[in-house]
């Protein structure tokens, strides 16, 4: 199937840990983006790529780091994980330049941080 | 700074209703706006997107249009059904070089059997 793959789905770690969220996309995209949705379900971005390099980067602690090995995948590093982080975390992908620039999202990664 | 608001927060209707969901931005100057639908515990699924020089789209019993001078969006859901129940979420691309969406915070539907 194309689309947008997350792992894992569910994380749960104490505060203090460190984990990584990968995200794969096979649709071709050469932009990829990392959104958060917090409790109140709203979503906000965090990062996007475009052909592996750092495009958008919004005011997220420096203990978020994303890694992008290659346009299919762009991975989330999380540093010292805190309570607050705990949110759902939303991998997307789109085509640069393409007619309407309509962006693909993954199921989304639900971490908790206890 | 492009702002989305969606309203109402959340909306229940009874099955068989035509309701319309509501979207409001604050700078008109989008490339796009998409609407999306989240179900609980799930990721987003696009439902239609329009584009800044079109005024409409439809897909099946979903019509979604767009005033780009007023700054408003709005979803209309014909006949609605128990499996139209979610929440749905508009968001707006903006023109120039930033490629990110500015969500809105949703209206979560109940359609009452």
């Known amino acids: 199937d194309t689309a947008v793959s997350q792992t894992p789905k569910y994380l749960v770690t104490q505060m203090g840990n460190d984990k990584s969220i990968k995200c794969e996309q096979n649709?071709?995209?050469?932009?990829m983006y990392w959104y958060k949705q917090d409790s109140k379900k709203f979503l906000k971005i965090m990062f996007s790529y475009n052909n592996k390099e750092l495009i958008i980067n919004e005011t997220v602690p420096n203990r978020f780091s994303p890694k992008s090995p290659d346009k299919a995948h762009l991975n989330l590093h999380i540093n010292s994980l805190e309570l607050g982080d705990s949110a759902v975390y939303f991998c997307?992908?789109?085509?640069?330049?393409?007619?309407?620039?309509?962006?693909?999202f993954g199921p989304g990664t639900r971490l908790t941080v206890t | 700074k492009q702002e989305v608001t969606q309203i109402p927060a959340a909306l229940s209707v009874p099955e068989g209703e035509n309701l319309v969901l509501n979207c409001s931005f604050t700078d008109s100057a989008i490339y796009n706006l998409q609407w999306f639908r989240q179900d609980p515990g799930k990721g987003l699924t696009s439902l239609l997107l329009?584009?800044?020089?079109?005024r409409e789209q439809t897909s099946g019993r979903l019509n979604a249009s767009l005033d780009k001078s007023s700054g408003r969006s709005t979803l209309y859901i014909a006949a609605s059904q128990p499996g139209d129940s979610a929440t749905y979420l508009c968001?707006?691309?903006?023109?120039?070089?930033?490629?990110?969406?500015?969500f809105g915070s949703g209206t979560q539907l109940t359609v009452l059997p």
């Open positions: 329009i584009q800044s020089s079109q």
């Open positions: 968001a707006a691309f903006p023109q120039g070089s930033a490629r990110q969406l500015t």
């Open positions: 997307a992908s789109s085509q640069e330049g393409a007619y309407l620039n309509e962006q693909y």
């Open positions: 649709l071709g995209h050469d932009t």
